[in-house]
Nanobody, 117 residues
Framework: QVQLVESGGGLVQPGGSLRLSCAASGSSSSFYSTGWSRQAPGKQRALVATVTSGGSTNYLDSVKGRFTISRDNAKNTVYLQMNSLKPEDTAVYYC???????????WGQGTQVNVSS
């Protein structure tokens, strides 16, 4: 059973930084794609950043240049470095993992990020 555990959320002032972590257990270090999505109150969940096994990354337009996704295969952990945070980045952030192209998508429980002065 694959389990994803996120950490690193919290309260930060506008312009600040946070790094989210998502550790996977119950799966090998190989994967098809992994990444982060977020859901703000009253809004649909949006895909924020993804990385494939080949190293290709993709970002939501509004976070390009501010957020960076990375993965440590040895630790089976994916990170989201978030810089220059804005109030509109406030949301619950969820990590996901897909081990094969047509396999199931596993989700973490979410971590809250609040950007406020």
């Amino acid at each position: 059973q694959v389990q994803l555990v996120e950490s690193g959320g919290g309260l930060v002032q506008p312009g600040g930084s946070l790094r989210l972590s998502c550790a996977a257990s119950g799966s090998s270090s190989s994967f098809y794609s992994t990444g982060w999505s977020r859901q703000a109150p009253g809004k649909q969940r949006a895909l924020v950043a993804t990385v494939t096994s080949g190293g290709s990354t993709n970002y939501l337009d509004s976070v390009k240049g501010r957020f960076t996704i990375s993965r440590d295969n040895a630790k089976n952990t994916v990170y989201l470095q978030m810089n220059s945070l804005k109030p509109e980045d406030t949301a619950v952030y969820y990590c996901y993992l897909r081990t094969t192209q047509f396999g199931p998508t596993y989700w973490g429980q979410g971590t809250q990020v609040n950007v406020s002065s």
